[in-house]
């Protein structure tokens, strides 16, 4: 396992927010705005992830002097779990309504750095809310227009329905987390056990329905971000992972350049070789790059 940066001993706060958008979301916030003065930073996970996956990159950001706070999405995680809303537009304005709810606790104009769904989350953020950001990082995400790749919803819907995970055992999924990502840190495994519940058989079961699951695929495939690059008027950074285990990528470098060519104001920072949770792989570096663009006048 690789390390983590420890110098951050804060204990980190964990609370449920009101969006006013119909659903609480739960925060888990690193440091504390009166010792905390860089940027602040908000993190958003990807589909059926959860905020803990961002454990590492927290720790090694808050150490660099951000005040941190990572989210759990609608149907995720600790958050509320309503049966609906899990669309591209409803989803973004409960991360608006949380950015507006949580400006008092020294989250004002953060960067909103979001992985996977979550890029293209954060993408819209920007898009339709750029007066709440500083900026946002598309993680391994932003770029995802699945309609290129399944022009027909039901070969989209069969070709990325999730496995069944429910009934595993907890240590059989910590042991094949472990094989199967031996260089990630100790916080990508913890993480990644997070996004599930653990029952008291042993076994385990995703916090995010498979219903719900689904619902999030239907609206990021009917999301396009080439659509509305061009109007985004905020500092985009895209970080794409290069390698095996990240998503489509016999065609991101080209997704990547068009987006260089139609977002006004853009940096890109490829992580290669990486996974497709490359934030929860490399949190140093992850912290690094976000870091060096909060204080060279990126961002």
């Known amino acids: ?20 958008n119909g659903v609480s979301l739960r925060t888990i916030t690193w440091g504390k705005p009166e010792t905390h003065k860089q940027t602040p ?60 709810e949580i400006q008092k606790d020294g989250f ?9 769904w979550g890029g ?10 750029p007066e709440l950001v500083r900026g946002v990082v598309c993680v391994d995400g932003g770029f995802l227009e699945l309609q290129n790749h399944y022009p027909i ?20 999924f910590r042991n094949y987390m472990q094989r199967s990502h031996s260089d990630w840190p100790e916080t990508g495994i ?3 056990l997070a996004c599930m519940e653990h029952l008291p058989d042993g076994t385990l079961r995703p916090w995010l329905t498979l219903e719900r699951h689904m619902q999030i695929l239907r609206g990021l495939w009917e999301h396009h971000p080439t659509h509305i690059y061009s109007q985004i008027s905020v500092p985009v950074m895209f970080a794409p992972a290069d390698g095996a285990n990240s998503v489509f990528s016999e065609t991101k470098r080209s997704a990547i350049q068009l987006a260089e060519q139609l977002v006004p104001n853009v940096r890109v920072e490829w992580f290669s070789p990486a996974d497709h949770d490359l934030h929860a792989q490399h949190p140093e570096r992850f912290a690094q790059v976000v870091h060096a663009a909060s204080t060279d006048g990126f961002f």
């Open 120 to 129: 293209n989350v954060v993408l819209e953020l920007a898009h339709t809310r």
């Open 41 to 100: 930073i908000v993190l958003v996970h990807g589909l059926a992830s959860n905020a803990m996956l961002w454990e590492g990159a927290a720790i090694a950001l808050c150490s660099l002097g951000h005040l941190v706070t990572a989210v759990d999405l609608r149907g995720h995680g600790l958050s509320e779990k309503p049966n609906d809303g899990y669309d591209m537009t409803t989803v973004t304005k409960d991360l608006a309504g949380l950015l507006s």
């Open 1 to 20: 396992m690789k390390p983590v940066a420890e110098q951050n001993q804060l204990v980190p706060e964990s609370k449920l927010v009101d969006t006013l």
């Open 108 to 116: 004002v104009k953060p960067i909103v750095c979001g992985q996977s």
């Open 153 to 172: 919803w039901d070969d989209c819907a069969k070709a990325l329905r999730p496995p069944p995970i429910a009934g595993t055992r907890i240590t059989d």
């Open 190 to 192: 913890n993480g990644a």
